[in-house]
């Protein structure tokens, strides 16, 4: 049995159904709601069903609905709930919904919103057209961001009295929103009555009651429709316009990852619309199509294992759309809509752990577009289709030498969970070179000084502490693969060389006054989250210096999440990066620090499954800054890196992962923490492997029942003390500190049994 070499974000890869299904238990009833059960006894018919986000039907219709000006009858576009009074007439059927602007007046508009982030083409049922009626359509994810204020300055005093005033720009005015003339107590707020765009300026009413001089700012609420959209990068959305003539359905454009659709009447008329829907358009995940799930006694961490499902769904782009042919998974639902090798590292184990050989497609069909931009040296895009415009294919960014690391990582972590030996062999020359073109940046002191970027975008100087951990992570992956498909004595030589690596970043990079690793050897007092995690993971720090480590990232926690380090900021000011967060919470699994884990889990996720939030999408943000929000527009709220609680809830929590590629080996460790109960499934090639586990609140029994496939082999651990009795099968396999079956061992509280692959019946009474 190869050792087991974890990953990043979720413990290991996972293997993938390929052949038969096994039935380990019956999981598909939906009885009733789940939530904490009484003396921790798990559900016979567990109702996961009600988590899963993806709409139901692929018309996506609008859950709520806000007007501006002159608009009747707008609930009717929430399911025709809009009856009308004359029923003689109507014969009770809703009346339609009817939007009329006149000259001079606020443009009448319909905020729709439809609950979370969806993707397709918007549409609109018109019953009747007056005048020329000209409607724009803007998206959003945040309702904050559907409309932009105007802010602007007087050009030229203005005189007590004037209703008309020069300004610096007209951009983002409309008529009938309030602006107001500087600040304090001599601010003077009106309603917009005009604007003239060459002229540059803009009539309002009640007349000035002072003088403005000029240079004053002016600011407008609640501003003009602005989409959140960046066309630039994804090369779709935007604002569109429609120009009704005749009665019946009017579509707008394809737009990515909204949750609110404005609709304006911007011109004198007046129009009457029954019925108002989205064609969703992407990857609509149901019930049927999960192959992996997971429920514990935790509503919250449930719904944060969905909604990083339904996040990687949000970011699947089908072949055929967009002009595109092939799969594309993308790193966000509205930007940057492209492939980035270091959000795959989350994705592809989401992809596969929750649709199974669907996911895997994808995954293997983003991995083939990365290496046929592969440069000559071996440097691999970090995004080999970015900034999109008016080509839907892209253009290659060659982001930095940790990204093109990734990007060999992410493929290895595709055949490790699926076991796609010969696609792998296959590109197994690719990855040699991309190692090959990593190496160039490694120094005499054997660390990694590449002088370039990271996720968070800022460059960073010297030995840098983490591009030297993601080096040896990526030496010990290609270790493992050329065992695997390779050489040997190649794999041999990786392993010196990351050992090497380990050795230095000890000596080197160590800070006893943080208790922690530096961020380099330039700034060797800067505490940071991610170099630290991944050195907790991956067993660089010594068992004596773990709870200094521990300790010392807990002080960059806030109520919202853990901040990258003191200082530390990407280009718009997030601290916050659930990306890095990911990784804390990988590394306290790893080192038995449950606890800790979920607490950051929910700090930063938390809020993100929260239906309240103003920002809920149903997915995962991209960021945060310190107030727990985001910075600007164009923020993705349903962003693949942040979706790891999926895979830690299934890899760490329910305990479920691969050892040999496509899950011929496999290990069960579940970490408890604070929960009564876990249970799920994981599909790999050879069929599911199903968990289900209690632990009884007063810790004095702990059950796990593992039913795996045949033809594969594994070991189960469980947690215990010198006390404990472990029973496999009825068969007593542990007492008084000592295995006596199975090969057992004990290792950090857990005592661990190599099984075949089978049905286990698990019961550990505690003393």
């Not at 339609?96 to 007046?105: E, I, N, Q």
């Not at 999109?388 to 055949?415: C, E, M, V």
């Not at 329910?654 to 876990?678: E, F």
């Amino acid at each position: 049995m190869l050792k087991r070499f974890t990953s990043e974000f979720g413990g290991t890869s996972r293997g993938l159904r390929r052949s038969r299904l096994v039935v380990a238990v019956a999981v598909l009833a939906t009885v009733g709601s789940v939530g904490v059960q009484a003396e921790a006894s798990t559900p016979k018919h567990p109702d996961w069903h009600s988590y899963v986000l993806a709409p139901s039907s692929p018309q996506v219709t609008p859950v709520d609905v806000e007007t501006r000006g002159d608009v009747t009858h707008p609930k009717t576009l929430v399911s025709g709930k809009d009856k009308g009074k004359d029923k003689d007439k109507d014969k009770g059927k809703p009346k339609a919904t009817t939007l009329t602007t006149v000259a001079g007046g606020a443009p009448a508009s319909v905020l729709l919103d439809f609950g979370k982030d969806i993707a397709g083409t918007p549409y609109f049922d018109i019953t009747a057209v007056e005048g020329t009626p000209t409607l724009s359509l803007a998206t959003s994810e945040a309702r904050r961001y559907i409309r932009t204020p105007a802010s602007t300055t007087v050009s030229a005093a203005a005189s007590s009295g004037a209703t008309q005033v020069t300004v610096a720009s007209t951009a983002n005015l409309e008529v009938g929103n309030t602006i107001t003339f500087g600040t304090g107590t001599t601010a003077q707020t009106r309603t917009v009555t005009a604007f003239d765009a060459a002229a540059k300026t803009v009539s309002f009413q009640p007349s000035l009651s002072g003088d403005v001089p000029a240079q004053t700012a002016a600011v407008s609420a609640p501003g003009a429709p602005s989409s959140d959209e960046s066309r630039g990068l994804a090369g779709v959305g935007g604002i569109d316009t429609l120009q009704p003539t005749a009665t019946g359905r009017i579509s707008a454009g394809y737009h990515p990852g909204f949750r609110f659709a404005l609709l304006t009447l911007t011109s004198p008329g007046s129009i009457s619309i029954s019925a108002a829907g989205v064609d969703f358009q992407g990857v609509r995940a149901t019930p049927a199509d999960y192959k992996g799930w997971f429920l514990s006694d935790d509503d919250q961490l449930n719904k944060m294992w969905y909604s990083g499902a339904y996040t990687l769904q949000l970011n699947l782009k089908p072949a055929g759309l967009n002009g595109l042919a092939d799969k594309r998974i993308y790193d966000g639902a509205k930007r940057d809509r492209s492939i980035w090798t270091g959000d795959l590292l989350v994705q592809g184990p989401t992809a596969i752990s929750t649709l199974g050989d669907e996911g895997a497609d994808y995954v293997k069909s983003s991995i083939d577009v990365l290496l046929a931009t592969q440069r000559a040296d071996g440097a691999i895009p970090g995004s080999p289709d970015f900034r999109k415009g008016s080509n839907p294919a892209g253009s290659p960014l060659f982001y930095s030498n940790n990204y093109s690391g990734y990007g060999a990582r992410a493929a290895i972590d595709y055949y490790r969970y699926t076991g796609d030996k010969d696609y792998i062999t296959k590109i197994l020359p690719a990855l040699r070179a991309e190692l090959a073109y990593n190496d160039r940046s490694l120094t005499a002191n054997h660390l990694v000084a590449s002088n370039d970027r990271d996720y968070w975008q800022a460059s960073q100087t010297g030995e840098v502490t983490k591009y030297s951990i993601d080096y040896y992570i990526l030496l010990k992956e290609m270790a493992w693969l050329e065992r695997q498909v390779g050489s040997a004595t190649i794999a041999d030589e990786h392993g010196a060389k990351a050992d090497q690596i380990k050795e230095a970043v000890n000596a080197k990079l160590w800070n006893p006054q943080l208790g922690a690793y530096g961020q380099s050897s330039v700034h060797p007092d800067v505490l940071v989250e991610d170099a630290n995690a991944l050195a907790l993971q991956y067993g660089f720090v010594p068992a004596e210096r773990r709870d200094s480590v521990l300790k010392a990232l807990k002080t960059l926690w806030t109520p919202y999440g853990a901040i990258m380090g003191p200082g530390l900021v990407d280009p718009t000011g997030h601290t916050i990066e659930p990306f890095g967060n990911g990784m804390e919470t990988a590394a306290r699994f790893t080192v038995g620090d449950a606890g800790g884990a979920f607490d950051l889990m929910r700090r930063t996720w938390g809020p993100m499954v929260d239906k309240s939030n103003p920002l809920y999408t149903g997915g995962f943000w991209e960021f945060k800054n310190d107030d727990g929000g985001v910075n600007r527009a164009t923020a993705s709220l349903a962003h693949g890196w942040a979706a790891s609680p999926t895979v830690q809830l299934t890899e760490q929590v329910l305990g479920v992962t691969p050892v040999d590629p496509g899950y011929a080996t496999w290990s069960i460790k579940p970490h408890t923490g604070d929960l009564k109960w876990a249970q799920g499934s994981v599909p790999t090639q050879y069929g599911d492997i199903a968990v289900n586990w209690q632990s009884k609140a007063n810790a004095s029994k702990f059950t796990l029942h593992a039913s795996t496939p045949r033809d594969t082999t594994g070991t189960i651990a469980v947690p215990v003390t010198d006390r404990s009795t472990v029973k496999i099968n009825g068969r007593t396999v542990y007492t008084r500190g000592g295995c006596t079956a199975y090969k057992g061992t004990v290792t950090d509280g857990y005592a661990r049994f190599t099984v075949p692959g089978g049905t286990y019946d698990i019961t550990v009474s505690r003393g």
